[in-house]
């Protein structure tokens, strides 16, 4: 009976030898085949890129926040900004009065340019707003404004005409798309 232990133990050893051995034998064809993989990491010691990352991610969710809000209709427009698009489309019909007058120059004072205070608000309240529906007609209103300015400033009454219809169409078109058409008067 000892002989007969001492084969199975032999046996035993044998198996786990041919079973270590052949996992040996994989693991080291594994690792001889295997090639290195190289994962591109941004890098962590450039802090000018790290810091325009993390800008460029906090406006994006700037951005999805508010296309959101515009998506659900969540923000209600403020009487503050409800008083810029007023005073734009104030200042829109007075130079409207003067360019089918033929009065340029009084025009383009009224309108003034793109560094005037309720230009650079009605600018800075469209760059807010412009998300979701209100992003096109935010950039054609913005644009066209800017030409009607430069043509007034130019005295080209041609331009001025047309840049002036574009504008007025654009505004209107920002105005319902942010939610305001019923707060501005003289549309």
Same mark, same amino acid.
């Given at each position: *009976?000892?002989?007969? *232990?001492?084969?199975?133990?032999?046996?035993?050893? *044998?198996?786990?030898?041919?079973?270590?051995?052949?996992?040996?034998?994989?693991? @080291?064809? @594994?690792?001889?085949?295997?090639?290195?993989?190289?994962?591109?990491?941004?890098?962590?010691?450039?802090?000018?890129?790290?810091?325009?990352?993390?800008?460029?991610?906090? +406006?994006?969710?700037?951005?999805?926040?508010?296309?959101?809000?515009? @998506?659900?209709?969540?923000?209600?427009?403020?009487?503050?900004?409800?008083?810029?698009?007023?005073?734009?489309?104030?200042?829109?019909?007075?130079?409207?009065?003067?360019? *089918?007058?033929?009065?340029?120059?009084?025009?383009?004072?009224?309108?003034?340019? +793109?560094?005037?205070?309720?230009?650079?608000?009605?600018?800075?309240?469209?760059?807010?707003?412009?998300?979701?529906?209100?992003?096109?007609?935010?950039?054609?209103?913005?644009?066209?404004?800017?030409?009607?300015?430069?043509?007034?400033?130019?005295?080209?009454?041609?331009?001025?005409?047309?840049?002036? +219809?574009?504008?007025? +169409?654009?505004?209107?078109?920002?105005?319902?798309?942010?939610?305001?058409?019923?707060?501005?008067?003289?549309?």
């Amino acid at each position: *009976e000892r002989e007969r *232990e001492s084969c199975l133990r032999k046996e035993r050893v *044998e198996e786990t030898s041919r079973r270590a051995l052949l996992s040996a034998g994989l693991g @080291f064809t @594994f690792l001889s085949t295997a090639r290195a993989a190289y994962a591109i990491l941004p890098d962590d010691d450039d802090e000018e890129l790290i810091q325009r990352a993390k800008a460029k991610r906090a +406006s994006k969710i700037k951005e999805e926040l508010a296309a959101e809000r515009n @998506f659900v209709g969540i923000t209600k427009p403020t009487e503050e900004e409800i008083k810029t698009v007023q005073l734009a489309v104030a200042k829109m019909v007075k130079t409207g009065a003067l360019i *089918e007058q033929g009065d340029t120059e009084n025009a383009a004072s009224v309108i003034g340019t +793109s560094s005037t205070p309720w230009a650079s608000n009605l600018t800075s309240l469209a760059k807010r707003k412009s998300a979701g529906a209100a992003s096109e007609p935010a950039g054609m209103m913005l644009s066209s404004l800017e030409v009607l300015q430069t043509s007034l400033m130019n005295s080209d009454d041609k331009k001025a005409k047309v840049a002036y +219809s574009a504008t007025a +169409s654009a505004m209107e078109d920002f105005i319902a798309a942010v939610g305001m058409k019923g707060s501005i008067k003289g549309l």
